[in-house]
C-alpha cells in the first residue's frame, strides 16, 4: 500500500524558512518522479515542485523559482521542500505526491493531474 508521510510544517514569520519531509513507503521510490503541491484555503491545488527519479533535474513554478529547492534521497525514501524567504501568499498544506507512471516524464513536470496518491498534507503558516 502506497504512503506518503509530510511533516515539518509550521508557523514561521515572513522571510523565514521550513523544512518539509514526505517519508514514502509500498513502493519502488527511486522509480517514480516525485511532486509538491500545495492548496490555499478555498482555492484549488496549485503545483510547487517536481524532482526527477535520480534527483539530477528538478523543475519548479514560477512563485517557487528561487526560494524553494526540491531534494530527494532515495535510499531513505524521502522527499524535501526547502521554503526560504516565505511570505504570506505561501500560507498553505503542502503535500507530495507521486507520478502515475516509472520514470522520468519532462513534458508534463507541473501536471498534478500525472500524479496521485497524496499523503495529508502538513500545514504552513506564515505571518507578515
Known amino acids: 500500500q502506497v504512503q506518503l508521510v509530510e511533516s515539518g ?6 522571510g523565514g524558512s ?3 519531509s514526505c517519508v514514502a513507503s509500498g513502493f519502488t521510490f527511486g522509480s517514480y518522479m516525485m511532486m509538491w503541491v ?8 496549485e503545483w510547487v515542485a ?14 517557487a ?3 524553494f529547492t526540491i531534494s530527494r534521497d532515495n535510499g531513505a525514501t524521502t522527499v524535501q521542500l526547502q521554503l526560504n524567504s516565505l511570505a ?3 500560507t ?6 507521486k507520478a502515475k507512471t516509472v520514470g522520468n516524464d519532462y513534458r508534463n513536470t507541473g501536471t498534478i493531474s500525472n500524479f496521485e496518491t497524496w499523503g495529508q498534507g502538513t500545514q504552513v503558516t506564515v505571518s507578515s
Open 9 to 14: 510544517g509550521g508557523s514561521v514569520q515572513a
Open 18 to 20: 521550513l523544512r518539509l
Open 38 to 45: 500545495r492548496q490555499a484555503p478555498g482555492k484549488g491545488r
Open 50 to 63: 517536481t524532482i526527477s527519479t535520480a534527483g539530477g533535474r528538478t523543475f519548479y513554478s514560477d512563485s
Open 65 to 67: 523559482e528561487g526560494r
Open 88 to 90: 504570506t501568499e505561501d
Open 92 to 97: 498553505a498544506t503542502y503535500y507530495c505526491a
